[in-house]
């Protein structure tokens, strides 16, 4: 894999890399999140939000009504460079939506709230998953953002 055309490492500021990873979501570009780094990208669509980790798929036909981007950790997307690669971050992405669906199926909001804190604070660390708005994590989980909030300040107080 290569890295692609709009690596976000290098775009000057958030702002401008937020705005690069939409303008190539429009036009349907197809990238890896890159799989040798914590990094990922949550994606804002209509009803809810899907996390994208680390080895999947971002782009093509999947997130053409994406509506707002947060990069999660040291964000940097790669080019495929065979099917092979292709199939398999196909996979990977299919691997994070049944996690996320996993965490979703418990029926009870503060438990849903708190498992994808932890999840996060896992994969990532407590200083990056405390920089993602409640927001995020709510339209990730079907939760109202104050029952993150909730959660977040039990766990803090």
């Known amino acids: ?13 958030r702002e401008a890399q937020i705005s ?21 990208l949550i994606l804002y669509k209509p009803y809810h ?15 053409t009504d ?12 790669v080019t495929p460079q065979t099917t092979k690669e292709k199939i398999n971050a196909y996979l990977i992405r299919r691997q994070w939506v049944r996690l996320t669906k996993q ?3 418990n ?10 804190l932890n999840q996060f604070e896992n994969w990532f660390d407590p200083q990056t998953t405390a920089q993602l708005p ?9 939760v109202l953002p104050q029952t993150i909030r909730k959660v977040r300040n039990a766990y803090i107080g």
Do not use: W
């Open 1 to 13: 894999m290569q890295d692609s055309q709009i690596n976000v490492m290098q775009a000057p500021n």
């Open 20 to 40: 690069d990873i939409l303008a190539q979501l429009r036009e349907k570009k197809f990238s890896i999140v890159n799989p040798r780094r914590k990094n990922g």
């Open 49 to 63: 939000a899907e996390f994208v980790g680390p080895g999947a798929v971002v782009g093509s036909e999947i997130d």
């Open 66 to 77: 994406v509506v707002k981007v947060i990069s999660v950790g040291n964000l940097s997307l």
């Open 103 to 105: 965490i979703t199926d």
């Open 107 to 116: 029926p009870i909001a503060l438990q849903r709230a708190q498992v994808i």
């Open 134 to 142: 409640d927001e995020a994590f709510a339209l990730l989980v079907g």
